[in-house]
Each structure stands twice: as C-alpha cells, then as structure tokens.
C-alpha cells in the first residue's frame, strides 16, 4: 500500500495492516502529515500538531493493543498534557494543558497516538465553525459551505482525510450536526457514559465527548476504550461496557423504528426529507417495522436547551479571568478593570452573547420565571423519550434540517444558527445516545454534491442496538466510503 493511501483508512482497516508489519505507526504519522501539509491550507481543520511527539509515540507503540499506533485528532476543548488548549478562544493564550482527559488516557493506555488539536466554535458555542478566535474551518465538499460545529474541525478531518478520527464534544448536536454536514460518523453517547474530566465546561449538564469517524464499527472501538465510570467524574455512570464490535451485526427483521411526526414538519430542506423517506424505505426492506411516534413537547426543546446551557455557561466561564492563565488586559488601573477589559477583549461575541443570557436568566426575579420552569420543561422531553421507547427500538430523524449552508451567511442572525440544532438539542436534554451517519447528497444546493445525515436515536445506555441499527444501515449502503475531491 502506498503512504498517500493510508490516510484514507479506517481504525478497523489500519489495524490489520500495522499487525502484519505491512506499515509502521511512524509511516502512519508521516503520510498522514503530509497529507495534513498538503490539504489542510484549504480547510483549515486544525489549530496544532506536534510531529515530534507524535513519532515518538509511534516509534514506541504496541500495534497489538486495541489502537496500538493509530492517530487520532483531539477537538482544542479536551486537554492533552503539553498541548495547546485554546477552546477556540483569545482569552485562553498560549495555554497548555497540564494533564491529559481521562478518555485521553485510556486512548493512550490502548495504544492510540494524539495527533493534532482542530478547531471548533469558541468554547463549543457554535453550529458553523465560524466562531473561532484563529480562523474558520471551510468543508471539504464545497469550500464555501460550513462545516457544522462546534466540532468542525474534527468532522472536516475525518471527511478530508486528513485524520483516521477525531474526538468531538456534543452539548447540543455538536459532533452530530458537523458529521453530517461533513458526510461522516459522528457518535453522541449516553450522558455519563463517557468521563468529562478534562473536557473544558460549557454546559455540564448537558455535554460529553464522543468520536467521528469514516464507519460505525470505528465509532464502536473507540466507544469500547472511552467508555466507564471515572472517579474524577461525579457524573460519570457505573455501568459495564459491552465489547460494541462483537456485536455489530444483526437482523432488523422485527426491529421497530420510530419516526418522530414533529421531526417532519415543514422547514426541512426538501433533499433532506428526500433522503430521509429513502432511508426510512431502506430499512423497511431490512425488514425493520416502521411505526409513527409523538414526541408532544419538541417544539419546545430549542428554547429550553438554550436557557439552561447559557445559565450553565455563563458560570462555567466565569474562572477565565486572566488572574492565573490564559489572556491578560494590559495596564489595568484596578482589579475591576482587569476583569472588565480581560473579558470584553479576550472573549468572542457569541460567547458575550451566552454569557449575558444565562446570567439574566439566573438573576434575581428572572430565575423562576426562566430557569427554573426550562428545567421542568426538560423533564417532560425526558419522558416524552422515555414513552417513545417504550413502543420502539430506536427512533429515525433528519440530524440536520438543511444540508451546509455558505460561510457567513447566518453569522448575523443568531436565531437562524441556533435552528440549525433543532433535530439534536433534544437528545441532549434527555441525557439519551445518538449517532449520525451519511445517507445521501443534497445536489441542488450549489455546483458540488453536499452530505445529508440520518439521526438515530437509542434510549440512555442503549448504544449497542444504537451500533447495530446504524451498522446495518450503513453496510448495505454506500455512503459511508463516498470521500470530497481533494
């Protein structure tokens, strides 16, 4: 195999042939560097790399552990000792991180090598990638499109083969959205399933990491290895984590698929809703029974995600201050000023935007009025889910109304980006798994073909039939392997 061929592989793929010697872990790493130096110019996927460190792992890897010698990318929001760990943000600096993320250390502890941080909206707060301090990142498929965020970075990686995978964070579609605008697997698991501990806070309540990757049964590895209870995560869940890839494959017959009727409402993009009934068709001829489901307080999903994880940003924020790390105002003249002048310069607009709106929504006489009853609200798209499941297996969706729409074209209308997320919020309201996989091309959007994702949606702790669904999917489709002209 030639080294301009391995950065095109899966985990899955990559593995067989660095057991048989076939390839190194260093070949690895210095195909897909120059892979990196070559393509990424035009996409602007990552923020760091550190070619030294990375052939040092290599130069030392064990190709039989579970991910000995595959690079992986990490999202600049989840700390990797002695990296950069900018969030996307000024006020962050040069800051490096001082240890690695749990799921960084069972990354490690499997063999896997970190190579590069990506991009992403300013502290995750985002649905474009446009948000970043440093630059945008464009999509592979059509360099004047978006690549979804916050996770953009990550999922235009994965799609330019310019990673093997990636790891994301999700606190309301973000590594769902990007995946599917980007034509890749992206995985949002089970809240809890997966340790945040060194996970830069957002939005705690809601948030977690997850992979994308070029298939499901990637998406499955790198499960297995993330996965458990993590001490150093009060959160976390104590459950025992099932061998994902053992399982994969199933028959659909006699499996029921839910298809959400407030999910097919008008303002889908007609090709998404086009690849949405072939989908749907597709898996009627798996043999899988699809049933009609309600999901009654949908509609009210966008506006409660957006009171409670602005409440929860606006006070995980508040530690950047310019005190102990990160960016510094110049000459203040008191402590007041330096944390007035620190602020306003070192964060981004969104970022003031959400800050100013959880801390009103907190504040004296407003609390009650909007916090208080989102959370209730929450409870009841909770149980709107757990109703759901009762009757089916898993439930079908768009993952994004429409397909990636141009650079800046939502930039000054907060409320039209926000609508992007309006198929994923809900899932992270109700602490559920979900994953997004390619299911088909929007042709009419410009002079390139654009990825549609389809969205399925499993109960809390359910992402084996999650695996297998999607797995099933995507083995007798071709999707998957469709790649940008780069």
Not at 179 to 191: I, N, Q, S
Request: charged content about 20%; glycine content about 8%.
């Amino acid at each position: 195999m030639s080294p301009s061929e391995l950065p095109g592989l899966t985990i899955a793929e990559l593995q067989k042939i660095l057991r048989t010697r076939e390839v190194s872990p260093r070949e690895v790493i210095r195909a897909l560097h120059g892979r990196i130096e070559e393509i990424d110019p035009q996409i602007g996927a990552y923020l760091s790399r550190d070619l030294e460190a990375a052939l040092a792992a290599a130069d030392t890897a064990d190709v039989e552990l579970p991910l000995g010698g595959i690079p992986l990318a990490i999202k600049d929001a989840i700390s990797v000792r002695d990296q950069p760990l900018t969030c996307g943000s000024k006020i962050l600096g040069n800051y490096r991180a001082l240890y690695d993320a749990t799921v960084v250390v069972r990354l490690k502890a499997a063999g896997a090598i970190p190579f590069g941080k990506t991009n992403l909206d300013e502290f995750a707060m985002g649905s474009s990638t446009e948000n970043s301090n440093f630059h945008p990142t464009r999509n592979p498929w059509n360099r004047d499109r978006i690549p979804g965020g916050s996770s953009g970075g990550s999922a235009a990686a994965v799609a330019a083969n310019l990673a093997i995978a990636s790891l994301g964070s999700d606190t309301g579609g973000s590594i769902r959205q990007p995946a599917a605008l980007c034509g890749v697997v992206g995985l949002k698991p089970t809240y809890g399933r997966v340790s945040r501990y060194g996970l830069t806070a957002f939005a705690s309540s809601l948030e977690g990491i997850g992979p994308l990757t070029k298939s499901v049964r990637d998406s499955a590895l790198l499960l297995q290895v993330m996965a458990g209870a993590d001490p150093q995560d009060s959160t976390s869940l104590e459950a025992p984590v099932p061998d994902y890839a053992a399982e994969l494959e199933i028959d659909l017959r006699g499996v029921r698929l839910g298809l959400p009727n407030e999910y097919l409402r008008a303002g889908i993009d007609p090709e998404v809703k086009v690849a949405l009934d072939a989908a749907v068709a597709h898996f009627s001829s798996l043999g899988a029974e699809i049933v009609e489901i309600s999901l009654p307080h949908t509609d009210y999903a966008i506006d409660v995600y957006y009171i409670i994880a602005t409440a929860e940003a606006s006070a995980n924020l508040a530690r950047f201050d310019g005190v102990r790390y990160g960016y510094r105002a110049a000459n203040p003249t008191n402590l007041q000023d330096h944390y007035r002048r620190t602020r306003a310069e070192g964060f981004g607009a969104e970022v003031k935007r959400r800050i100013i709106l959880g801390t009103y929504v907190l504040s004296s006489g407003y609390y009650d009025e909007f916090y208080l009853r989102a959370q209730k609200v929450r409870t009841l798209v909770r149980q709107d889910f757990a109703a759901a499941f009762e009757k089916v297996d898993a439930l079908l969706s768009p993952t994004s109304p429409v397909p990636a729409f141009k650079l800046g074209e939502r930039a000054a209308d907060p409320l039209q980006m926000y609508l992007a997320d309006v198929f994923t919020v809900a899932a992270n309201l109700a602490g559920i798994c979900g994953i997004s996989i390619p299911c088909g091309f929007a042709q009419n959007a410009g002079s390139l073909p654009l990825p549609i994702g389809l969205q399925i949606l499993c109960p809390a702790l359910g992402e084996m039939r999650l695996f297998q669904v999607a797995h099933a999917y995507e083995q007798s489709t071709d999707w998957h392997r469709r790649r940008p002209p780069l």
